[in-house]
């Protein structure tokens, strides 16, 4: 797709990638400054720019998801080095691994709603009061 495009529309697009507004990104293309908001908008309908968005889109997810998973089996290799351990420091070391994990989609289901005012208790809560 991108070699379908002229140097300033991928210039525009490389722009809004950098968190510019449609018109800095027109204006920082060379596009002049005079129809600057009437050619953003023109640009963002050119169905080519739109797949070049959607494809840079795409490809950011999938670099974002390697990364949590890195960052989940490191917090997890953590957390298990944590177990193994458990000296008071560790705690400091827990809460990370927890808002790492958690951050990248891994958080434990806390409460599960069954309608109306009623409640299920998560499992480690019902094992904790039996073995009480």
Known sequence: MSNELNVKQMKFIDN?????GQRNAYVGA???????????CQLLRNTKIQEEIKR?????????????G?????ALKELLSIL??????DRVRLDAVKDAL???GLKPVEKIAI???????PLTVIIRKRDK
């Open 70 to 74: 890195r960052i989940s089996e490191t």
């Open 84 to 89: 193994g351990k458990g000296t008071p420091d």
């Open 56 to 68: 840079r889109l795409i490809d950011i997810e999938g670099r974002n998801r390697i990364r949590l």
């Open 16 to 20: 809004l990638f950098q968190g510019m």
């Open 102 to 104: 958690d951050r990248a």
């Open 30 to 40: 060379g596009y002049t400054e005079k129809t600057a908001d009437q050619g953003a």
């Open 115 to 121: 309608g109306g005012d009623k409640e299920l208790e």
